[in-house]
């Protein structure tokens, strides 16, 4: 049995045991005097200059000028305030209004600081002036977010080539294709919705990415081409019916769903022949192209898998009989 | 022409934007943070027009239009989707939207519809 500790020391574990706690206490009533003070401030700053934010989006253009004064003409607090509002808004709109909101976020300055941190060396602080820059899109915020497309961070990468969605340019859509790569750290789906989103400038990058010598980017631009039902690249997707990796040839098949391809036929024929999933996509890549093409193919399908059949809209033997 | 419209949508940012949007074209605007709310306010009527945010916490904005639907209510309603929700605007036209808006998206573009809804 240990001895009982002597009566001096047990009374100081006990003092500063309760001055820990205390301080504890202390401290997390500090914390929250300290938030809720916080918290005031804003809802005040908030009730204070709200209005100002919302009416500059419906502003008329001989207001503006006046409305971006009384911008600049606050204190920083509001100001960093009032660019925190705007940030926040620029997530939901688009046209007049974003342009508006846009110039009220300039007047705060917020865009030398987002500028700035584009190049921190913290990669959080560069993903955050990538989002930022994206949305504000302040003068040279293209060329910024080009070379955070080529961060050393995938992060930071993937979210810069999302920003660049909203900038309709060719170096935007190069980027986009590049992150389709199999070795870009970005998320196919991202690369793929701003090409999405960049319409028809992306034809022509599409169309020559069918070609890639990366499977993932030859895929992305399979799909992609056929959503975006890019002009001219028929012949290069019934060529991917036979490409060497089956998701290439998959993305080909849907993509020719909605665009059809004449020459395409052998080859998907032979892919639903043979059955499997992939054997369904090629029959219902058959199944939606003109009947006038497809008499013989169709013919030919009746001898596939129940599952083939299905998919390329054709009745049961035995419902037929 | 002014109208009365309903904007449900649980975004403070879009809701007041979209209010102050309609409202400087003359419209009276009256707007709700979620969807029983919403609901609430729908099925008292006298709308022209509801708008109605998809995605919100609770009631969706699809669950909304099904059940004013179901009671009988034709106000016309224009949906606020989210880009790339193709199923949530297959959805809406199926419960019987009239009309749809995908996020982010114009003020202006939107009071247009309103407008053209209204008729």
């Known amino acids: ?321 | 022409m002014s109208g009365r419209i309903l904007v449900v949508d649980d975004d403070r940012d879009i809701r007041d934007l979209v209010a102050i949007k309609l409202e400087s074209a003359g419209h009276e605007v009256v707007t709700r943070a979620d969807g029983a709310q919403g609901l609430e306010a729908g099925l008292e009527g006298g709308w022209d027009v509801i708008v109605l945010d998809v995605m919100m916490p609770g009631l969706s904005g699809i669950d909304v239009l099904r059940q004013l639907r179901d009671r009988g209510d034709e106000t016309p309603v224009i949906l606020l989707t989210a880009r790339g929700q193709e199923k949530d605007i297959e959805a809406g036209f199926a419960a019987g939207a009239d009309h749809y808006v995908t996020k982010p998206f114009s003020p202006r573009a939107l009071l247009a519809r309103v407008t053209a809804a209204i008729g």
């Open chain 1, 1 to 321: 049995m240990s001895p009982p500790l002597a009566p001096e020391l047990l009374q100081a574990v006990v003092v500063v045991t309760a001055a820990l706690v205390l301080g504890m206490i202390v401290a997390l009533l500090v914390q929250r005097a300290v938030r809720r003070r916080r918290e005031r401030r804003s809802a005040a700053l908030d009730a204070r200059y709200r209005r100002l934010v919302l009416e500059s989006t419906i502003a008329e253009d001989d207001e503006v000028p006046a409305l971006l004064e009384r911008v600049r003409g606050l204190d920083d607090a509001a100001r960093e305030h009032v660019g925190r509002m705007v940030f926040l808004m620029l997530r939901g709109v688009t046209g007049e209004a974003a342009d508006r909101l846009r110039a009220v976020a300039v007047a705060t300055g917020l865009a030398p600081r987002v500028l700035a941190d584009a190049r921190h060396r913290s990669a959080v602080r560069r993903a955050d002036a990538a989002e930022a820059l994206g949305r504000l899109a302040p003068e040279g915020a293209l060329a910024l977010l080009l070379e955070l497309a080529d961060d050393p961070d995938p992060t930071v990468r993937t979210v810069a080539v999302r920003a660049l969605g909203g900038f309709e340019a060719p170096e935007a859509v190069g980027a986009a294709i590049d992150a389709l790569a199999s070795d870009s750290g970005v998320p196919s789906t991202v690369g793929a919705s701003v090409l999405l989103q960049q319409g028809s400038t992306a034809g022509d990058r599409v169309r020559l990415a069918l070609h890639d010598r990366d499977p993932a980017v030859r895929r992305g631009a399979a799909r992609i081409a056929g959503l975006l039902q890019v002009p001219g690249c028929g012949d290069s997707l019934a060529a991917l019916v036979r490409d060497e990796h089956e998701s290439v040839r998959l993305a080909a098949m849907r993509s020719l769903e909605r665009l059809p391809v004449r020459a395409a036929l052998p080859a998907l024929v032979d892919a639903a022949l043979r059955g499997g999933i992939e054997g369904e996509a090629a029959a219902r890549a058959v199944a939606s192209m003109p009947t006038t093409w497809t008499a013989a193919a169709l013919e030919a399908l009746a001898a596939g898998e129940p599952g083939v059949r299905r998919a390329a809209g054709l009745r049961r033997p035995e419902a037929v009989a």
